[in-house]
């Protein structure tokens, strides 16, 4: 061949072929080693729960696990209701209702973290926004927070009775999990 | 440093292997001839603590891991159980969990000791650099190793610090969750993100022994700094390493290892917090979330800055600023001894990193929360501003020209053999 410099010989091929091998194999196995750490199709599972919300009395609140996750169902008095409702938006750190049902845009208002016909019944999930940890609130004794909601007791933020985040380095709102009621007295979570 | 070899094989079996495989002659070479300054405080002797301590963790370490389940349901009983049913379990985990704390302290005086003699500075920054990451390691490994007794602690520990991640969904939304979600395996903390930080927390530490090779091994390309920091310029600035430095880092290791058993047999759990006797519970978060005492001043550092992002960058500038302190000093002079406005801004940083260290244990607010933030921006403000400003302005005492003159007194002849039995250099050299 006269133009060997430029053709690429027979070992060149097996060269850039080798290569080009090791190289694809390589990028290609780093994914499933990345992608075996993901949660699997058994945590992926969307598992739903039904709650009674019968026995919880007015200012009671319990706390149900859904999806590895504790949500917390608050019955709220009147007055918490009315002052989770008297709230000026744009004065809120957050100003948006994170409640997975509506836009992301959606405003923070009380309405929009509810559903209709159900104000006294708040559903969040109860996890501090800040890093992770579960907000006090949920006992009778408990702190419950200079805005009547919950406190988080490691790094203090403070959530309103709508569990919107006020005060302390939490970033967003409470998230209001996908719900909706089945009676009156019964919810399904997920 | 680089010195000609007086190795001479013995027997004829090393003269065997000196052809073959000359590991005794590199040792002998690094630990029995290497010069070391002679005028060494004991400060200098926490370097050979730390690899005591280092091969403490691995053996109790390796030991635990033969008992130890791995498993949501059975890690806290399987802890209790190599307290009360394992042969020696208890002094095995008493000696792990002390032996953390005790890494810790040492490798705090071991960093300080470093920034007050500026053995950081040209021609150690590789030296320093490697130091860095092996503090870094040693973080990750102590923070991995902190959730392996699943007790309330461990569990919220986890939670809250591998949740900084999600701060990442600050700047591109998802992101932040997407990577918390890839490293718990789920939608929260749960044996699967246990079994791979008990996973990691077995490597790790022998990666950690890699990168103390490297460390060990750039020393003793460019030398040990000294309280001087005028390097060693003939020979009678040095000693052998052995026997005076391994004889003398033993006694000290001797003196260490004795507060560490003092805390092991008397007050194994006064560093710990009690709270992680009690078994993980998702559901309940323990009143009042703190790290174990060497992570406060990074944790007071977090919770400062009144925003999740910034509070996240800051901790992690803390440690990472360290990276560039090589070139963040202006000074000539290595040895804070010989800075008179340094010292000063020296002490207000250690000063600083207590403070830190006390307000990281209190609740953040109030009082605790505006000294917490004059003291992270002191803690920025010493390496960004300070240490560049300072080595400009300052004018230093004058340097002893050798370490001898600083040893014996000025006019003394750099060959004088007090203190130094073997035969002086024929030929002194005074430069």
């Known amino acids: 061949m006269a133009s060997d410099i430029i053709d690429p010989t027979r ?5 850039i072929a080798s290569a080009a091998f090791a190289g694809i194999g390589g990028a290609a196995s780093l994914w499933p080693l990345i992608d075996q750490m993901n949660p699997d199709a058994s945590a992926e599972a969307l598992a739903s729960i039904e709650v009674d919300l019968e026995p919880l009395g007015e200012g009671q609140a319990i706390t149900v696990l859904w999806r590895g996750k504790p949500v917390f169902i608050r019955h709220r008095t009147p007055e918490e209701v009315s002052m989770a409702k008297k709230v000026d938006i744009n004065a809120l750190p957050d100003p ?20 209709e016909g159900h104000e006294k019944w708040l559903v969040v999930v109860g996890i501090c926004t800040h890093l992770g940890c579960i907000p006090k609130g949920q006992g009778l004794t408990d702190q419950k927070g200079e805005y009547g909601g919950w406190f988080c007791p490691c790094h203090g933020s403070h ?14 709102n409470l998230a209001v999990p996908p719900y909706k009621f089945l009676n009156d007295t019964k919810i399904k979570i997920g | 440093m680089s010195h000609p070899s007086t190795y001479e094989p013995s027997n004829g079996f090393s003269k065997w292997l000196d052809r073959r495989l000359p ?25 050979g603590i730390l690899s005591f301590c280092l091969v403490v963790q691995l053996i109790t370490g390796i030991v635990l891991a033969m008992h130890y389940v791995p498993s949501g349901d059975q890690a806290f009983s399987s802890i209790e159980h190599i307290m009360r049913d394992v042969n020696w379990g208890w002094l095995m985990r008493y000696s792990h969990a002390v032996g953390g704390s005790m890494f810790f302290l040492a490798a705090y ?46 569990f919220w520990a986890v939670t809250v610090i591998t949740n900084l991640f999600s701060s990442f969904d600050t700047i591109i939304p998802g992101v932040g969750s ?14 699967t993100t246990l079994n791979r930080l008990f996973s990691l927390h077995y490597l790790l530490p022998f990666i950690l022994v890699g990168v103390v090779g490297l460390h060990i091994w750039a020393l003793h390309v460019v030398g040990n700094n000294n309280p001087t920091g005028v390097e060693i310029q003939s020979d009678s600035d040095s000693v052998p390493f052995h026997p005076y430095i391994t004889m003398k880092d033993a006694f000290a290791m001797s003196l260490f290892w004795m507060i560490f058993a003092w805390l092991i047999f008397f007050a194994p759990n006064y560093l710990g917090h009690s709270d992680n006797y009690i078994e993980a519970n998702p559901l309940q978060t323990p009143p009042h979330i703190v790290p174990e005492w060497y992570f406060l001043p990074q944790y007071a550092i977090l919770r400062a800055i ?6 996240v960058i800051a901790m992690f500038a803390s440690i990472l600023v360290l990276f560039f302190v090589s070139w963040l000093d202006t000074s000539k002079v290595r040895s804070t001894k010989y800075r008179p406005i340094y010292k000063w801004f020296f002490w207000l940083f250690i000063f600083t990193c207590i403070a830190l260290g006390y307000l990281g244990a209190k609740p953040a607010e109030g009082v605790y929360l505006f000294y917490a933030r ?17 080595g400009v302005i300052e004018r230093p005492k004058p340097l002893p020209n050798s370490i001898t003159e600083d040893v014996l007194g000025k006019g003394s002849s750099p060959s004088g053999g007090a203190g130094k039995p073997e035969a002086a250099p024929a030929a002194p050299e005074n430069r």
Not at chain 1, 159 to 172: E, L, M, Q, V, W
Not at chain 2, 178 to 191: L, M, P, Q, T
Not at chain 2, 306 to 311: F, I, Y
Request: hydrophobic share 45%; charged share 20%; net charge positive.
């Open chain 2, 178 to 191: 997407a990577i918390v979600r890839w490293i718990w395996g789920g939608y929260s903390v749960s044996e």
């Open chain 1, 11 to 15: 070992r060149d091929f097996v060269m």
């Open chain 2, 306 to 311: 009144p925003s999740k992002l910034l509070g």
């Open chain 1, 96 to 115: 948006e209702a994170q409640n997975t049902e509506l836009p992301e845009d959606a405003p923070a208002t009380d309405k929009n973290r509810t559903k």
């Open chain 2, 374 to 390: 004059i003291f992270t921006a002191y803690y920025f403000i010493h390496f960004l501003v300070v240490m560049p400003l300072i």
């Open chain 2, 109 to 154: 005086i071991h960093i300080a000791r470093g920034l007050y003699y500026g053995s950081y500075k040209d021609p150690r920054e590789i030296l320093w650099i490697l130091g860095v990451l092996i503090f870094l390691l040693m973080m990750a490994i102590a923070f991995m190793g902190y959730s392996l007794p699943w007790g309330q602690m461990s």
């Open chain 2, 23 to 47: 590991v005794l002659r590199l040792m002998h070479g690094q630990f029995i001839e290497f010069p070391t300054p002679r005028n060494l405080n004991y400060l200098w002797t926490f370097g």
């Open chain 1, 159 to 172: 959530y309103d009775t709508s569990g919107r985040i006020r005060k302390g380095p939490a970033p967003d």
